[in-house]
């Protein structure tokens, strides 16, 4: 009994920030999402009769404490539906998800933990159903069970049957260019999970961020379907920007920018003032991600390199969804 899954880590353009249930994960919002080919992890999950506990090695280390726990709660979930309660797994990760880049490598984590924890247990999930299972772990993980431009449908359910993720174009669709910009940055104090928490508990601008976010999404979706670059990434970073600005009407009110974010976000308005079509969105953290097309890669790449406080610039193409080994 066992399976290897691949999975990719996505950008939402459209963000989700706010949860109804925090237990199985419900979110306040439907998002949308791209999915990047740069950053992934492998895992490999073995279902053993002997085994007393699980195990989770990530990156050839054995993992202990809190991350340990949440893989093996996890694994629970998948046990109690498969009514294989005692039955335990050894979970080996690879991740492509430099820390630095910014990314919650939690969406290529928990999507690929899912994808062969299915498969090992012999589960025969559709898709719909791992998304399910996916959303789960972490919120927009969900997501990365697909490829190319991905929306997750809030749902209204308690049970949560209909909050998944749906394909919205696939990965061919159309060719963008996603620039991870990383920073000198601090660490992040608050993590997305304790920050959107707090925002949707205390925050005067709550309501405000709600209210905008159908039109949104339907605006951008549309956007997509034409290819309508600007349109898709004025979007995105509107939409970034209101998500960021719930934070600050939070009590105690906190941001995820540093000086060197906003360096970034100036460069990314002088590249538009120079009539070069680039965009920014920023997730739970300081680091930037900067949308762009092919045919303008070596002047984007040369402004963010050039930009104060940038160490380091890594470039992703739209990527595909969990695939088996
Ligand atoms: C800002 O999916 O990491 O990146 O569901 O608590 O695990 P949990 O949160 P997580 O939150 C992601 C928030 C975001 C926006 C997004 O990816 O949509």
């Not at 933990?113 to 772990?137: E, H, I, M």
Request: hydrophobic letters at 40%; one cysteine or more.
């Amino acid at each position: 009994m066992r399976a290897t899954a691949k999975a990719h880590t996505n950008i939402a353009l459209i963000k989700y920030w706010g949860k109804r249930n925090e237990e199985i994960i419900l979110p306040t919002n439907s998002s949308l999402s791209v999915t990047l080919d740069a950053f992934y992890t492998e895992t490999t999950v073995h279902f053993k009769e002997e085994l007393e506990r699980d195990t989770f090695i990530l990156n050839d280390q054995e993992i202990s404490g809190v991350p340990y726990d949440q893989v093996t709660n996890y694994l629970e979930l998948f046990r109690s539906y498969a009514d294989q309660k005692g039955l335990f797994a050894e979970v080996h990760s690879l991740n492509k998800v430099p820390t630095a880049a910014g990314f919650a490598s939690s969406a290529s984590g928990f999507a690929a933990l899912a994808g062969a924890t299915a498969k090992a247990l012999q589960l025969n999930l559709d898709d719909t159903a791992l998304s399910r299972f996916t959303r789960q772990g972490s919120g927009s993980a969900c997501r990365s069970i697909y490829g190319g431009f991905v929306q997750w449908e809030m749902g209204t359910l308690a049970d949560g049957s209909d909050s998944y993720a749906i394909p919205i174009a696939p990965q061919d669709h159309w060719d963008i260019r996603v620039a991870a910009v990383v920073l000198t940055a601090k660490e992040k104090d608050v993590s997305s999970r304790v920050g959107m928490k707090r925002t949707v508990d205390t925050s005067a601008f709550y309501d405000g961020w709600l209210e905008t976010l159908p039109r949104d999404l339907e605006e951008i979706k549309e956007g997509i379907g034409r290819r309508d670059f600007e349109k898709v990434g004025a979007i995105a970073e509107a939409n970034c920007l209101k998500m960021h600005a719930t934070t600050l009407g939070a009590v105690p009110p906190f941001t995820y920018w540093q000086d060197t974010t906003m360096s970034v976000m100036e460069t990314v308005q002088q590249l538009r003032k120079e009539g070069i079509s680039a965009y920014f969105t920023i997730d739970a953290g300081p680091n930037v991600k900067v949308l762009y097309l092919p045919e303008d890669e070596e002047k984007v790449m040369q402004k963010l390199q050039a930009t104060n406080g940038v160490t380091e610039v890594i470039v992703s193409k739209v990527g595909e969804g969990i695939s088996y080994l």
